[in-house]
């Protein structure tokens, strides 16, 4: 798990800069904010690059999910080709993997060591620190997006070019929102209760949460998955990829998701 280091931005200056007329510049206050998230972004980048169980949950368990679903048939139908649906399911997988679960677990347990304490000595606040960990899921996507979709292309995946714009859309959107929710549970809970809650809704909102999978038409089950923000995620990216139009539904749930979980986790993350 995640140890106490030392991060790079504690060597940013944080002296405001003050306009010819003494009084604080919005604009550099603006700029030094954009420094400090970015240089948050790359550490956690970095870190969740060079760390072996975060490459893990984020890019081998989904590659796995995507081997087993294409090679064992489970969505192949008439007139539907398995692996036109199966990748952008895992694309969403691998979202949850990043964003919910590797960013919860990290956070959880940097909350446990001290190093959250240490970052609430300076000026990046809760909004800095999760502007900086979605930058990191965000770089961690583009690997992912970029090593899932190759493989899938590879093994037959014939997305709708056309939805690409709004697939892209999707995964941003999917990314902050999932951020958030790790975030939101990591800040609130102990370490041991994030690692066992986070791991335990990546299984259950992959499996039969509308992530990975379809979520099936069947009474009070359908109606209530198609709220979850893995439902959403899932079927947009599979509406993107598969017709080249956006599932409008889908995006305004994943964004009710999005600005729920961060106005929870600007309001009740504690730093200790």
């Known amino acids: 798990m995640s140890s106490p280091v030392n991060t790079p931005h504690s060597t ?40 072996g169980e975060q490459l893990l949950i984020s890019l081998v368990l989904p590659l796995m999910a995507l081997f087993a679903v294409v090679w064992s048939g489970l969505m192949d139908s008439a007139g539907v080709r398995g692996v036109d649906v199966a990748v952008p399911g895992v694309l969403a997988l691998a979202v949850l993997s990043s964003a919910f679960t590797g960013q919860g677990i990290a956070t ?4 446990r060591y001290g190093v959250l304490a240490y970052l609430s000595t300076t000026p990046l606040g809760p909004a800095g620190l999760i502007l900086g960990k979605a930058c990191a899921v965000l770089a961690v996507l583009l690997l992912q997006v970029v090593v899932i979709g190759g493989i899938g292309l590879v093994l037959g995946w014939q997305p709708v070019w056309a939805g690409v714009p709004w697939a892209v859309l999707f995964l941003i959107l999917g990314a902050a929102s999932f951020t958030a929710l790790g975030l939101l549970i990591a800040g609130t809970a102990r370490p041991e209760a994030t690692l066992a809650l986070t791991n335990l809704l990546w299984v259950l909102l992959g499996a039969v949460g509308g992530a990975v999978f379809p979520v099936p038409a069947i009474s009070w089950f359908s109606g209530i998955a198609s709220f979850l923000p893995s439902a959403a995620l899932g079927d ?33 993350f504690k730093w200790r």
């Open 12 to 51: 940013a200056s944080t002296a405001a800069a003050v306009s010819p007329q003494g009084s604080p510049s919005r604009l550099g206050n603006a700029s030094s904010l954009a420094r400090r998230v970015m240089a948050q972004g790359r550490y956690e980048s970095v870190t969740a690059i060079r760390n």
């Open 108 to 111: 959880g347990f940097d909350r």
């Open 236 to 268: 947009g990216l599979r509406s993107a990829f598969g017709t080249g139009t956006p599932d409008v539904g889908a995006l305004l749930v994943l964004a009710g998701w999005g600005i729920l979980a961060t106005v929870g986790a600007l309001k009740w």
